[in-house]
């Protein structure tokens, strides 16, 4: 396991194993809402819908903070 994703693991722990979408926009730094939106249905990150919440797993937060696309969006976590 890298280092950075101890580090995710270590900063999310408080948080449960799936959000909700407030959540998750916390998680993120504070994002937008109709980004955070925009990361769902590009199925950038594992979630699932039940009408009328989205729930997030908190282990694909760690997977997209680690992806490429986040890192070529040049975004800040800031929790």
């Given amino acids: ?13 408080k948080y449960p194993d799936v959000v909700d979408l407030l959540t998750f926009r916390q998680m993120m730094g504070g994002i937008s809402d109709s980004f955070a939106r925009l990361l769902i249905h590009e199925d950038r990150v594992q979630h699932i819908f039940i009408k ?3 729930w997030i797993f908190k ?13 070529n969006r040049r975004l800040k976590v800031r929790v």
């Fill in 1 to 13: 396991m890298s280092s950075i994703r101890k580090y995710y693991e270590n900063k999310f722990r």
């Fill in 59 to 71: 282990r694909s937060i760690i997977d997209y903070l680690l992806s490429e696309d986040y890192i």
């Fill in 52 to 54: 009328p919440h989205y």
